[in-house]
């Protein structure tokens, strides 16, 4: 994962973001394959912000395990894991690509 961990407001408005979107990797019973690990390197270079199906790995300890790992390999950050969809975010490269400004702090702070 990276370096700078996201807060609980920055991942409730991560969530909020993600509410409307669409699965765009699938993640089936072969599990963490280097095609879904490629799949979601390139879907978080053109969203930033992108939800994670599982078709297969229906308990909660294989779906952390195989999120970890897929994480790692992607230097991404898990906002959540709610039933069989995760949301995985990481912010583009370039600055000035960048579709995602996440706030910096707290509206109640």
Same mark, same amino acid.
Do not use: W
């Given at each position: ?8 407001? *920055? /991942? ?16 089936? *019973? ?11 390197? *390139?879907?978080?270079? /053109? ?12 308990? /909660? ?28 975010? /990481? ?19």
């Amino acid at each position: 994962m990276n370096n700078k961990k996201l807060n609980g407001y *920055q /991942k409730k408005y991560l969530k909020g973001l993600a509410h409307r979107l669409k699965p765009v990797v699938l993640i089936g *019973q072969h599990g963490l394959t280097d095609t879904v690990v490629n799949n979601t390197i *390139q879907a978080l270079k /053109k969203h930033e912000l992108i939800k994670v199906k599982f078709i297969d790995h229906k308990k /909660k300890d294989q779906k952390t395990t195989i999120l970890e790992a897929l994480c790692q390999q992607t230097q991404s950050d898990m906002v959540s894991l709610i039933g069989h969809v995760a949301i995985l975010f /990481k912010p583009h490269p370039d600055p000035a690509m960048r579709t995602i400004s996440i706030p910096a702090k707290s509206v109640s702070d």
